[in-house]
């Protein structure tokens, strides 16, 4: 195999240990194959093979793709894309050494938390404030610190699962403390957590359905009478909200998305969410509240397990600095999307269908917000429907594999592409592609 010649050009390019390890990981697949009395390839197919095999190792296996799908916050996707502040502010950190933990006026060690702690609480009145990996470290390490081979008091409708596995009995379970579950899946009633209370109870916990809608006869406790039974018995209520939202969507047409600023003026002991939801930063995951409740969380060993690196560190301060600044709706990508008016979107659509041909035209259709955020929640919008010359299937795996990838979704035999996900720098190389696909 050493002797091939597309073997030693891939030497040339790579590493002799490396082709090696590929070789021989090759081989093994090979004598599987023959020992099941398929017949045996030869050496240039075998080659062939492991040049392909040791190309998909080196070449990066996570890239750019054009959101043309309509969902804003699409998880598979990597959910909210980032303003360009905040990915400069990113690549500075990265390209370098920061003050990550050092206090520069005194030259001792200092905290990461400093750098993003006071821009939370200015945004949410908290006093004090603290950031971790993402939204499960965050509920873990509030329930770990504060709940321990206690109890905690949470809704029967409440006991969710958000995704990916991640279900609040399992995470109480692995935090130590018991799951006190009151009221059904539909009606739960201030009586029921009052009557669960008991000289164990350590915390009340509500958490918001931030991914699906329970419609009909209902009865949810408003979060005000949660909080005056939690300090009628000296208990401090956990609020985790999800998705992290710092702005009204009701003034875009959407349903109502409970803020971090809302529960600290009710009078939360904790408020937890994400920050790569509608907040619109990198992954990371948000605690706000009390001074007293958040010294707790800052001393037990998982914070450190838990902690935030610089670079996201950087970009989530950055986020936050555009809502300070008043212009989150201006920079910040998910905003951008979110506000875009049906005109704009609509101009966009019909110019691009324009220079895509016949094979383009222009439907009325919904956006979406996705990422376990508004369920149900939809913005109206304009697709862009491409019929494909055969299946449609086809074309759009053709669009997903060439490059740029172009990922849109598929109704009816027609490839649809919402604008309103596409960002403006994106337009001219997704034409190219669909161009490029001689579609009519």
Request: hydrophobic share 40%; charged share 25%; with cysteine.
């Amino acid at each position: 195999m050493l002797s091939n010649g597309r073997i030693q050009r891939l030497e040339e390019a790579y590493s002799r240990p490396f082709v090696l390890r590929v070789i021989r990981q090759h081989l093994d697949e090979v004598r599987l194959h023959i020992a099941r009395g398929e017949p045996a390839p030869t050496f240039d197919q075998m080659a062939e093979s492991v040049c392909a095999l040791a190309h998909s190792i080196i070449e990066p296996s996570l890239r750019r793709v054009i959101n043309a799908t309509g969902v804003i916050l699409h998880t598979n996707l990597g959910r909210a894309p980032l303003s360009e502040e905040s990915t400069a502010a990113m690549e500075e950190c990265a390209r370098g050494y920061t003050n990550l933990e050092i206090n520069l006026d005194s030259g001792k060690r200092g905290s990461r938390q400093v750098h993003i702690e006071s821009l939370l609480c200015q945004l949410t009145g908290a006093e004090a404030a603290l950031v971790v990996n993402n939204n499960a470290s965050a509920v873990l390490l509030s329930l770990s610190a504060l709940a321990k081979r206690k109890e905690v008091i949470v809704s029967r409708g409440q006991a969710v699962e958000i995704g990916g596995g991640f279900r609040i009995p399992d995470v109480m379970r692995q935090s130590g403390a018991k799951l006190v579950e009151v009221g059904t899946t539909n009606c739960t009633y201030l009586s029921d957590y009052e009557e669960a209370v008991t000289p164990r109870t350590a915390a009340l916990l509500r958490v918001h359905s931030s991914n699906f809608v329970v419609m009909g006869f209902t009865q949810a406790v408003a979060l005000e009478d949660l909080i005056q039974l939690g300090d009628r018995y000296d208990l401090p209520v956990l609020d985790d909200l999800g998705s992290g939202c710092l702005l009204d969507t009701t003034r875009f047409g959407l349903g109502l998305e409970p803020m971090l600023q809302q529960s600290i003026a009710a009078g939360v002991g904790l408020a937890m969410s994400s920050a790569d939801k509608l907040l619109g930063a990198p992954q990371a995951g948000i605690i706000v509240g009390q001074r007293s409740l958040m010294d707790r969380l800052r001393r037990h060993p998982l914070a450190r397990a838990a902690r935030i690196d610089k670079i996201r560190l950087a970009g989530l301060a950055t986020t936050l600095r555009h809502y300070l600044k008043g212009e989150a709706e201006s920079k910040i990508p998910v905003w951008r999307m979110i506000s875009e008016s049906l005109e704009e979107i609509e101009e966009r659509a019909e110019r691009w269908s324009r220079l895509l041909g016949d094979a383009a035209s222009v439907v009325e259709g919904e956006s979406m917000v996705g990422g376990g955020s508004l369920p149900g929640g939809t913005l109206p919008t304009r697709l862009v429907a491409i019929k494909g010359r055969g299946k449609v299937s086809q074309l759009a795996n053709q669009l997903r594999r060439g490059s740029p990838m172009v990922i849109g979704r598929i109704e009816k035999d027609l490839l649809l592409l919402d604008p309103r996900t596409i960002l403006p720098e994106e337009e001219e190389a997704l034409l190219s592609r669909l161009r490029n696909l001689k579609l009519s």
